[in-house]
């Protein structure tokens, strides 16, 4: 493989989205859809979820399995360049999204994580665990 300049490699990089990402925008269609009504990212809820139902105390993550660090012990020997940035960039995001974790479950939040191929193969699935969450909350009733 040729390497890339730095200026493709930051070109590249500045294109990736932290928010409205295509697995987030999946879920949020079938959601509102359905007749559900939610926020996305917000910034008065600790850790920024992707959706949330705050009168409910209900939150959503779609992570992506690069970001977050899925099987991370097992891919992380596929990452062959620039482990020195890469490799404590995933950590530390593993690390914070138990943060995140930790402290919503404190304040009474139910937390649901989807990966992105959960939302991807399965996005019914994950309708429904959604859906089951709100009920248990006392959602009214769609």
């Excluded at 992707?50 to 399995?65: A, L, P, Q, R, T």
């Excluded at 690069?66 to 596929?78: A, I, L, P, S, T």
Aim: charged share 35%; net charge positive; with cysteine.
């Amino acid at each position: 493989m040729k390497p890339r300049s730095q200026e493709t490699i930051s070109y590249t990089m500045s294109r990736i989205k932290g928010k409205d990402t295509t697995i987030e925008v999946k879920l949020r269609k079938v959601l509102y859809q359905k007749g559900y009504r939610y926020r996305c990212n917000s910034k008065y809820i600790f850790g920024h979820p992707d959706i949330s139902f705050k009168g409910y105390k209900v939150v959503v993550f779609c992570d992506s399995e690069f970001w977050h660090g899925y099987n991370f012990e097992e891919n992380k020997e596929k990452i062959h360049s620039h482990t020195d940035y890469w490799i404590p960039k995933i950590e530390r995001n593993i690390a914070r999204d138990k943060e995140v974790n930790e402290r919503l479950t404190k304040e009474g939040y139910t937390i649901i994580r989807f990966w992105g191929n959960e939302i991807n193969k399965n996005l019914d699935e994950c309708v429904k665990k959604v859906e089951e969450a709100l009920k248990e909350k006392g959602y009214p009733n769609i």
